[in-house]
């Protein structure tokens, strides 16, 4: 049998897998394999920037649900995408990292562009390998992809010094995976999943808190026949909007430190929370000790047995692949008669909950002109909705445009917002985006940031000009780093400590890098300048400048219980 060397192994080994395409910046550790990657059908995208792969291979994981790859060199090459990495583990995106090293003889010299990667992201991944025989390159490859992809998604390095890469031996991609410490649980307990429908049919007040977990497992569609099955309503986590059609009246919209009133309150007062895929995390959880206090039962739904009673303890744990659960438990719903007599008792909950939200509106005064003609956050996502009808995918980064369009725009579709909750990292939208685009291109990408995340990896929209990437960034500039900004005039007595921001003229910027550029300044200018960047095709940039006066609100104070919103 023909010897193949590493190098070659490695990308035979990607396209067993059906990788398509790469996110990557080549130098002299990873070059044996960007030699071989040329005499294949894989594309690459070549970054400007390391940390824009990884971003751009969650985007693209995101969107496809398959993992995204990344290939960089050794030293900083490979810690440029540390963040990217861990932002990944935070937020359970399934990815490979193929990093360049130097040859084994030179591991632990402080060789030229030496780290110890390994060791690194070890804290930040699922799991990592420091491969020293040619002949385990296919097997590791192999369990990188599976581990990546199984269970709880995240994560995973592969680290190859230069001479295995060069070192030779047959090629034979194995079949299957044995991992004797790693088995993920799919199918639920069938008797935990009966106590769940038990606690449920006999409260009065249930209430589904969905998160990220369900679009990972595919499991919307279950979701969605299960709360309209049974009538209950569903609020989602930032990582879970889209879950449920949000024109559905079950869907609530965002909980947490700026979920509205109405989703909140009834958090405060459901007496049977059933939490799917959600980590309970302290920005939908606020002060613990207050965390849904009239809750007799609290039930958990997730592939990761370690996020279960981590944060709040629970009283029905299932663990389990998400869609495998919820469809078995639509099974026992529909054998169960006496669930129906329930549905009078939670239509009235939800009418409650409805009333709540009529109550106080998310922005209820926030439509109205703004002084001197100028355009508000809402007006534009308005704009956004009414040019794509709520088709489309938005990558957003991190601050107060992040949250706006959380609250505002109405997600119909799963995999369709794509941002950084757990990390919480400015300069992931661009990228992201682009990695969107390569995994739907025939979806429109928008990417909505700030005049601070996206001088981030603004050099991206380089990337986005050379591969044609049909894509359209809107800044919100409000020359501040708004959400820091936010708390400095509200917890801190308006000391603004280095938030003002000073900015480049982004539409020249824009057109240097080759793409088009927009400037917004007045509301009277919106629609009409947003029509026509939109109909422009390829790579556009749209600034908007906005009132430093806007706010994300309402909000949980720091250190606050959901019933202390601040809504002023």
Not at 76 to 96: E, F, K, Q
Not at 241 to 265: E, I, K
Request: net charge neutral; glycine share 10%; charged share 20%.
């Amino acid at each position: 049998m023909k010897k193949l060397s590493g190098a070659q192994i490695i990308i035979e080994s990607l396209m067993a897998e059906g990788v398509d395409v790469i996110f990557g910046y080549p130098g002299g550790a990873i070059l044996p394999t960007y030699d071989a990657l040329l005499d294949s059908k894989i594309k690459h995208v070549l970054v400007r920037h390391e940390q824009g792969a990884a971003h751009m291979a969650e985007g693209y994981a995101r969107v496809s649900g398959r993992p995204g790859v990344v290939m960089v060199t050794s030293g900083p090459g490979a810690t440029n995408t540390v963040t990217g990495i861990a932002d990944a583990n935070m937020d359970s995106t399934p990815m490979v990292v193929i990093s360049g090293q130097v040859a084994t003889t030179m591991i632990g010299n402080d060789a030229f562009q030496e780290a110890d990667f390994v060791g690194i992201t070890r804290p930040c991944t699922k799991h990592n390998y420091l491969i020293k025989d040619v002949r385990d390159v296919a097997r590791i490859i192999k369990e990188a992809f599976y581990i990546a992809s199984t269970g709880r998604p995240g994560p995973v390095v592969v680290d190859v010094p230069k001479d295995v890469q060069q070192s030779e031996h047959t090629f034979k991609y194995p079949e299957r995976v044995e991992l004797r410490g790693f088995k993920p649980t799919r199918k639920g307990n069938p008797r935990q999943i009966e106590r769940a429908i038990d606690a449920i049919e006999k409260s009065d007040k249930p209430l589904f808190y969905v998160g990220g977990g369900v679009q990972w497992s595919g499991a919307a569609s279950e979701l969605t026949q299960l709360a309209r099955g049974l009538g209950i309503p569903v609020t989602e986590t930032l990582m879970g909007l889209g879950s449920v059609p949000a024109s559905d009246a079950l869907c609530l919209g965002m909980l947490g430190m700026h979920g509205s009133y109405g989703t909140n309150t009834a958090v405060c007062n459901t007496d049977c929370l059933v939490a799917i895929g959600a980590r309970f995390d302290d920005r939908v959880t606020g002060r613990i000790a207050d965390f849904a206090p009239h809750a007799k039962t609290i039930i958990h739904i997730d592939i990761d047995p370690s996020s279960i009673s981590k944060n709040v303890k629970v009283d029905v744990p299932i663990v389990g692949d998400i869609q495998s659960v919820l469809a078995d438990m639509l099974q026992v719903v529909k054998g169960r008669e006496s669930i129906a007599k329930r549905r009078a008792a939670w239509a009235k909950w939800h009418q409650q909950i409805l009333q709540w939200k009529r109550e106080k509106p998310l922005y209820e005064n926030g439509n109205g002109p703004r002084p001197g003609g100028a355009v508000a956050p809402l007006h534009v996502l308005e704009e956004l909705h009414t040019l794509t009808k709520g088709d489309c995918i938005i990558a957003t980064d991190v601050g107060q445009h992040q949250m706006w369009v959380a609250q505002l725009f109405p997600f119909e579709k799963p995999r369709s917002f794509l941002t950084s909750g757990g990390l919480g990292t400015m300069g992931y939208g661009l990228p992201a985006g682009i990695g969107a685009k390569f995994a739907a291109p025939d979806r429109k990408v928008v990417v909505v940031s700030g005049d601070g995340s996206i001088q981030m990896n603004i050099q991206e929209l380089g990337t986005a000009v050379q591969y044609g990437v049909d894509i359209k960034v809107i800044i919100l500039n409000n020359y501040f780093l708004g959400m820091v900004r936010q708390w400095q005039e509200k917890f801190y007595q308006e000391r603004y400590s280095y938030s003002a921001m000073s900015v480049p003229d982004f539409v020249m910027l824009a057109e240097a890098y080759g793409a088009r550029g927009f400037r917004i300044e007045k509301q009277s200018e919106l629609a009409r300048t947003m029509k026509e960047a939109f109909a422009t095709p390829g790579p556009v940039l749209i600034d908007v400048v906005i009132p430093k006066e806007e706010a994300v609100m309402p909000m949980i104070p720091p250190g606050g219980a959901m019933s202390e919103m601040l809504f002023a």
